[in-house]
C-alpha cells in the first residue's frame, strides 16, 4: 500500500531558529508535494519535486527551502523560522503515469514558530 | 489563472439527508478533478476523480461527483449521509503537462453531520 510518513508529527521551534520537516515515501513516485494548511486558505504549495536532485518554488516559496537527495526522501527547509509559518505541513507523493495524477498525503506535522 | 472556488465554507446536514457540496474550477487545459476529504488530525484522502468519459463518477462510502464542463463544476453529492461524513472536504484541479503537474485546492468544505 502506498505510504507517506512525516517526522515530527509535532514541532515547536523559536523565532529565528533553523527547523527541517522530513517526508518519506516508498511508492516510488517521482513528484513529491510539500503544502502547507491554515484555516481558510485550504491547502497551499511550498515547493515540489519531480525527482531526485530536482526542487521547483510553488506558490508560497519564500522563507522556504527544499531539498531532494533521493527518490524517497523530500524535506522543506526554514532557515530563519517566524511564527507566520506556524501551521499544519503536508507532504504528498504522485506520479502521472503510476497514480494517475492522484496524490498520496502524510499525516501532517503541526509546526509552532514562538 | 487556475483557481477553484468552494463556495461553503461550512455546511450542516441531518443525518439521512442527501448533500451537495459545490466546486468550482477555472483552467484553460484539460481539468483532471478530484475530492479529497480530511478527517480530523489526518491528512487527506482520495474520494474520487475524473479524467474522462462518463461525467458522473463514482468514489467510496457511496459519494459520486458530476462534472459539468460547460459550467466548470464538480459538485459533490450523497444521497444520504452518516454522522461519520462529518469532515472537511477538498476539491483540486491537476494542471500542468504529464509529468510535470500539481494541484490547485480549494478552501475546502467543512461538513458537519447532525442526528
Known amino acids: 500500500e502506498a505510504a507517506v510518513t512525516q517526522s515530527p508529527r509535532n514541532k515547536v521551534a523559536v523565532t529565528g531558529g533553523k527547523v527541517t520537516l522530513s517526508c518519506n515515501q516508498t511508492n516510488n513516485h517521482n513528484n513529491m508535494y510539500w503544502y502547507r494548511q491554515d484555516t481558510g486558505h485550504g491547502l497551499r504549495l511550498i515547493h515540489y519535486?519531480?525527482?531526485?536532485?530536482?526542487?521547483e518554488k510553488g506558490d508560497i516559496p519564500d522563507g522556504y527551502k527544499a531539498s531532494r537527495p533521493s527518490q524517497e526522501n523530500f524535506s522543506l527547509i526554514l532557515e530563519l523560522a517566524t511564527p507566520s509559518q506556524t501551521s499544519v505541513y503536508f507532504c504528498?507523493?504522485?506520479?502521472?503515469?503510476?497514480?494517475?495524477?492522484?496524490?498520496?498525503f502524510g499525516p501532517g506535522t503541526r509546526l509552532t514558530v514562538l | 489563472a487556475q483557481s477553484v472556488t468552494q463556495p461553503d465554507a461550512r455546511v450542516t446536514v441531518s443525518e439521512g439527508a442527501s448533500l451537495q457540496l459545490r466546486c468550482k474550477y477555472s483552467y484553460s487545459g484539460t481539468p483532471y478533478l478530484f475530492w479529497y476529504v480530511q478527517y480530523p488530525r489526518q491528512g487527506l484522502q482520495l474520494l474520487l476523480k475524473y479524467y474522462s468519459g462518463d461525467p458522473v463518477v463514482q468514489g467510496v462510502n457511496g459519494f459520486e461527483a458530476e462534472f459539468i464542463k460547460s459550467n466548470s463544476s464538480f459538485h459533490l453529492r450523497k444521497a444520504s449521509v452518516h454522522w461519520s461524513d462529518s469532515a472537511v472536504y477538498f476539491c483540486a484541479v491537476s494542471v500542468g503537462s504529464t509529468g510535470n503537474y500539481k494541484y490547485v485546492f480549494g478552501a475546502g468544505t467543512r461538513l458537519k453531520v447532525i442526528a
Open positions: 519535486s519531480y525527482g531526485a536532485g530536482s526542487t
Open positions: 504528498a507523493s504522485g506520479d502521472a503515469g503510476r497514480s494517475s495524477y492522484e496524490q498520496y
